[in-house]
């Protein structure tokens, strides 16, 4: 029985450790709970890599100053390997065993929807970055917004109708088809609030074909759609599956433009995509070409550090560090409550991926989205949709 | 009639691609009686193989398939070596664990290495063709005669050599075959390394096809492929290609007739209802079992 | 009296054991109910170790105790999770409304799961080993793509709204229970059976050991464990979606037996422990812990194949009767 008792032992010993560790000048801790591993460990990279840059820069600057007294920040990031049970795991870790003062992510909706119940009910704030799913915000029994879980990007139903006015009156279509991962929590949202939005504007949805995450062959589901004759095709899909279908559809003789939404957004789809996507539209957060100066900086400063242009997830992971730290600095005390009360108030924010501010009461930010096009290899904004 | 000609050959392309992994499993299953679940992680590595290969220069085609093919290969030898070698003697279902440990932390030190897809390059040209009203591609028909290639090659290499004898007696009877001169250990470390290999050259033309790789490919397909071995007849070489190839018929044609949504739903009950009729397998036969 | 019925002090002197383990744990668990002690992520944690317990419990029966290899099991937890959330949110209106409503719905997950398991069980008398891996494989990616096409439980997108009612009381008993019932299962006629089943199935048949009516038995209870774990699960995490109960879960589930040790129930607990701790210690590794952890699987593998606890078993886990047997006088 000494084998057993040694390692339970050493075990136990790696847990109590694991908590330990305190850092010896004024340090506020803040959360980080990312998809490091699992199905999608490059969302989580990038988040993780957005979020410490801007950490990165506040530290170097001296800290943050909150009430007289200038604080480092430390920046925690725990993976919940994009499963709902290990987000809900790191959230609860993260808020009673770390005591962060706030909480960023998870990404994936999946994710951020069981966190944010915890989030909820030890009171402690959870800024989801990049979820898109009306739910993470939402009391579920109540039906009312939550009080501590606020989002940093617009909701796929400002989405879903920003794209589906877009195809109808600018682009004058009125045969959709769409293709999704029925699996995925996002694409799935997007793909059906796509087609409510698209048949009550008088459009019609020829054709809605699924395939399940991780596979790699459409060709099936393109037949199928080509043979509905549409006039574009709505992709709702994470970069990495884009490419694929963008390539097969276009091996089928499929010629039609596709729409894309905020997933579609990392540069590397250019790179993986090539001229398969060219003509493309697709709806995102924000524009390199918007121009702020943050934003140029910003986007030099990754580059510089992690050696490839950033993407929506970085970009957001970076606002919402940005925006916590932000409510922090006017909250003056180091206390959730207040930080909480403070985010809420913030009348305007201005981040890298445009300009923010929370209505009392909502805790979805009011912001607008851009429609942007894959054009001659790279993104080229074509028309701004505000809410 | 052009679109189900269509599917059809989407259903072959598919499926000759999962009967070269199907053949992997089925040979070292045929030698050891074991599931070797590490299988799916080297079709994995051989796509990454490539990736490694082409970073700096671009090798012609069939260079990088049998440099894939050797670099897979050794992974297979060394797998075989450090992890199923030791557990020869303890009870299976161990090794299988040790297998799945295996392709855990293959698939897992890679995607630490490299979280984000990577982009295949586009080593072989890809032209479409349009006969009859259908579209096919070069890169498909390439993946296509590529993938028979192999299987005919290796059903020549089981038929016709010293190896292939050597490798159905130790499937027919282990434990009297080393009194017959057969080196034993060398003949098991061949298999492993030629379904490596094919396990490899699958990776490379699944990434030709599909042009964007991550870790976590070879998992899911691996399991698939490991059903079409099963469905096919485990152990049995021209039962894994043909299971390969049902299943790539399954999996397309329910997504041709009807709703994508139910393809998973119907491609596995539809084989779970083939496993109830036939329980060894289409090619497969019931193990004599002494008492 | 035969001999062996004779008092033997010295291997009954460590009978107060379990229960007055037990005993303890529900004393704690109580008070903390009431007077809140322990940090909420403990407690979330010590939920998920219980959990955790159960199925890997249950697995052992099939994979250990009976020898076969099933992949299934997170299909069981699956349909354990769904059924007990459709009873407490669908059916009960948010659950704790209701007067014995959790245990209810957590019942109602159990048996929805043995009913499967039954079905399971059926199919397992044609096939054997690695043919019956392939079935319970193929039936855990039915149910999964099953729950993904069912609208009425939000397909893909989850179940929301599930009354956080898995406390640490509730999961003690759960955990208790499940250890009771195969700890008497698996020491009587039937767990003889079962474990003869898995030495050799054919001259255990030869000799009249009822093996279809052990099969069938071993399944039920296997998988009404299972569902009993989803349940709980469902009702701790208070959203469930498809994505949770696919092969990766059966595949930690398959860790934490091998890693504890087959056939034996102290494994089984040893084997989620270590498993939910270093799933929690190896946090601040990052991605690398999915490396970390296969790796100590392989090495221990390497160096005891049966796992820590082989098929030993610890001695308060045996009924009376079977260390009276085993220690000699």
Request: proline content about 5%; some cysteine.
């Given at each position: 029985m000494k084998f057993p008792t040694l390692i339970f032992s050493l075990a136990c010993i790696a847990a109590g450790l694991s908590g330990c560790g305190r850092p010896s000048e004024p340090t506020i801790r803040l959360g980080l709970n990312v998809e490091l591993s699992g199905e999608m460990p490059s969302v989580g990279a990038s988040s993780k890599n957005g979020a410490q840059l801007y950490v990165d820069k506040i530290n170097e600057a001296g800290g943050l100053e909150v009430g007289g007294v200038k604080y480092k920040i430390e920046l925690a990031s725990r993976d919940n390997g994009a499963k709902a049970d290990q987000a809900a795991a790191i959230a609860q870790r993260l808020i009673s065993q770390e005591n962060v003062l706030m909480?960023?992510?998870?990404?994936?909706?999946?994710?951020?929807?069981?966190?944010?119940?915890?989030?909820?009910?030890?009171?402690?704030?959870?800024?989801?970055?990049?979820?898109?799913?009306?739910?993470?915000?939402?009391?579920?029994?109540?039906?009312?917004?939550?009080?501590?879980?606020?989002?940093?990007?617009?909701?796929?139903?400002?989405?879903?109708?920003?794209?589906?006015?877009?195809?109808?009156?600018?682009?004058?279509?009125?045969?959709?088809?769409?293709?999704?991962?029925?699996?995925?929590?996002?694409?799935?949202?997007?793909?059906?609030?796509?087609?409510?939005?698209?048949?009550?504007?008088?459009?019609?949805?020829?054709?809605?074909?699924?395939?399940?995450?991780?596979?790699?062959?459409?060709?099936?589901?393109?037949?199928?759609i080509r043979a509905s004759e549409p006039e574009v095709l709505f992709l709702p899909a994470y970069y990495n599956d884009v490419p694929l279908v963008a390539q097969q559809a276009r091996r089928q003789g499929i010629t039609i433009p596709f729409l894309g939404s905020d997933a579609w957004s990392s540069p590397e789809i250019i790179k993986l995509g090539g001229q398969d996507l060219a003509g493309s539209y697709f709806c995102n957060h924000y524009s390199t070409e918007i121009g702020l100066p943050e934003a140029k900086a910003f986007v030099e400063a990754y580059t510089a550090k992690f050696g490839q242009a950033p993407n929506d997830l970085a970009a957001l992971a970076y606002d919402s560090l940005g925006l916590a730290c932000e409510s922090i600095r006017s909250a003056r005390k180091l206390d959730r409550k207040a930080v909480r009360d403070a985010l809420s108030k913030i009348p305007k924010y201005e981040g890298v991926t445009g300009l923010f501010h929370f209505d009392e009461g909502n805790p979805d930010p009011v912001k607008s989205a851009c429609i942007l096009q894959i054009k001659d290899g790279k993104f080229s904004w074509v028309a701004n949709v505000n809410p | 009639m052009e679109y189900f000609a269509q599917q059809f050959i989407n259903a072959v392309q598919l499926g000759s691609i999962y009967a070269l992994i199907a053949l992997g499993y089925a040979m070292v299953y045929g030698v050891l009686s074991m599931i070797n679940f590490a299988h799916g992680d080297v079709f994995m590595l051989g796509a990454f193989a490539c990736l490694l290969l082409t970073r700096w220069v671009t090798p012609p085609f069939p260079v990088v398939l049998v440099a894939a093919m050797g670099a897979t290969a050794i992974v297979g030898i060394l797998i075989e070596r450090l992890a199923y070698r030791p557990l020869r003697g303890a009870p299976k279902a161990s090794a299988i664990i040790t297998a799945l440990s295996c392709g855990l932390v293959i698939q897992n030190t890679t995607l630490s290495l490299s979280p984000y897809p990577q982009p295949m390059p586009a080593i072989l040209a890809n032209t479409t063709h349009q006969v009859a009203g259908v579209s096919i591609s070069s890169i498909q028909i390439e993946i296509i005669v590529i993938s028979i290639g192999l299987m005919v090659g290796l059903d020549l290499l089981i038929r016709r050599t010293f190896f292939g004898i050597s490798m159905r007696a130790i499937s027919f009877d282990h434990t009297s075959v080393p009194l017959m001169g057969v080196p034993v250990n060398r003949i098991i470390s061949l298999t492993f390394a030629i379904g490596a290999a094919l396990g490899g050259a699958a990776g490379l033309l699944y990434g030709l096809a599909y042009p964007v790789v991550g870790a976590t490919m070879g998992m899911l397909v691996g399991w698939k492929a490991f059903v079409a071995a099963v469905v096919g007849g485990i152990g049995n070489i021209r039962g894994a290609v043909l299971g390969g190839f049902i299943l790539g018929l399954v999996e397309i044609m329910s997504v041709a007739v009807l709703p994508s949504t139910y393809r998973d739903l119907i491609a596995y009950s539809l084989l779970l209802v083939i496993l109830i009729f036939k329980p060894y397998g289409l090619l497969g036969s019931a193990p004599n079992q002494k008492v | 009296m035969a001999s062996y019925q004779k008092f033997n002090g010295f291997a009954a002197a460590g009978r107060w054991f379990l229960p007055a383990l037990l005993a303890l744990g529900f004393g704690f668990a109580f008070?903390?109910?009431?007077?809140?002690?322990?940090?909420?992520?403990?407690?979330?944690?010590l939920v998920a170790l219980g959990i955790n317990i159960i199925l890997c419990m249950s697995l052992n029966l099939v994979n250990g105790y009976m020898g076969e290899f099933s992949v299934g099991h997170a299909g069981f937890m699956g349909i354990g999770a769904y059924a007990s959330a459709?009873?407490?949110?669908?059916?009960?209106?948010?659950?704790?409304?209701?007067?014995?409503?959790?245990?209810?719905?957590?019942?109602?997950?159990?048996?929805?799961?043995?009913?499967?398991?039954?079905?399971?069980?059926?199919?397992?008398?044609?096939?054997?080993?690695?043919?019956?891996?392939?079935?319970?494989?193929?039936?855990?990616?039915?149910?999964?793509?099953?729950?993904?096409?069912?609208?009425?439980?939000?397909?893909?997108?989850?179940?929301?709204?599930?009354?956080?009612?898995?406390?640490?009381?509730?999961?003690?008993?759960?955990?208790?229970?499940?250890?009771?019932?195969?700890?008497n299962l698996l020491y009587s006629k039937f767990g003889r059976a079962v474990i003869a089943i898995r030495e050799d199935e054919l001259a255990a048949n030869s000799m009249g050991v009822r093996t279809r009516e052990a099969k069938i038995i071993a399944f039920v209870v296997s998988s009404?464990?299972?569902?009993?774990?989803?349940?709980?699960?469902?009702?701790?995490?208070?959203?469930?979606?498809?994505?949770?109960?696919?092969?990766?879960?059966?595949?930690?589930?398959?860790?934490?037996?091998?890693?504890?040790?087959?056939?034996?129930?102290?494994?089984?607990?040893?084997?989620?422990?270590?498993?939910?701790?270093?799933?929690?210690?190896?946090?601040?590794?990052?991605?690398?812990?999915?490396?970390?952890?296969?790796?100590?699987?392989l090495v221990l593998m390497l160096f005891r194949p049966r796992g820590i606890m082989g098929l030993k078993e610890l001695r308060c886990f045996l009924p009376l009767r079977e260390v009276l047997i085993r220690v000699k006088p």
């Open positions: 909480m960023i992510g998870p990404n994936s909706s999946a994710c951020a929807i069981p966190a944010a119940e915890i989030a909820e009910s030890l009171q402690c704030v959870m800024i989801a970055p990049w979820s898109t799913n009306p739910k993470t915000t939402q009391n579920v029994t109540t039906g009312k917004p939550k009080e501590y879980v606020f989002r940093g990007c617009f909701t796929d139903v400002f989405q879903a109708e920003a794209l589906a006015k877009f195809a109808r009156n600018d682009l004058k279509i009125s045969r959709a088809a769409i293709l999704y991962d029925v699996a995925s929590e996002a694409p799935n949202g997007q793909a059906n609030l796509f087609k409510t939005t698209f048949e009550r504007f008088g459009g019609k949805v020829t054709a809605l074909e699924t395939y399940t995450t991780g596979d790699r062959d459409f060709s099936a589901q393109l037949t199928k | - | 008070l903390n109910q009431g007077h809140p002690m322990l940090n909420p992520y403990a407690e979330f944690i459709v009873v407490s949110v669908k059916l009960l209106g948010g659950g704790a409304a209701v007067v014995g409503g959790f245990p209810m719905a957590v019942l109602a997950g159990g048996m929805a799961a043995a009913v499967t398991g039954l079905l399971l069980a059926l199919l397992s008398f044609k096939t054997r080993g690695d043919y019956l891996a392939i079935i319970t494989f193929a039936f855990l990616m039915i149910v999964k793509s099953g729950f993904e096409n069912m609208g009425y439980v939000g397909g893909p997108r989850g179940l929301l709204g599930i009354a956080k009612l898995t406390t640490l009381p509730w999961t003690l008993f759960w955990v208790a229970a499940t250890l009771w019932a195969h700890r009404f464990f299972g569902g009993i774990a989803g349940a709980l699960f469902a009702h701790q995490l208070q959203f469930i979606n498809p994505s949770s109960f696919d092969i990766v879960k059966s595949t930690e589930i398959l860790v934490m037996v091998y890693l504890g040790g087959v056939g034996s129930l102290g494994g089984s607990i040893i084997g989620a422990v270590i498993f939910t701790f270093l799933s929690q210690a190896l946090a601040p590794l990052g991605s690398w812990r999915m490396v970390a952890m296969p790796m100590i699987l």
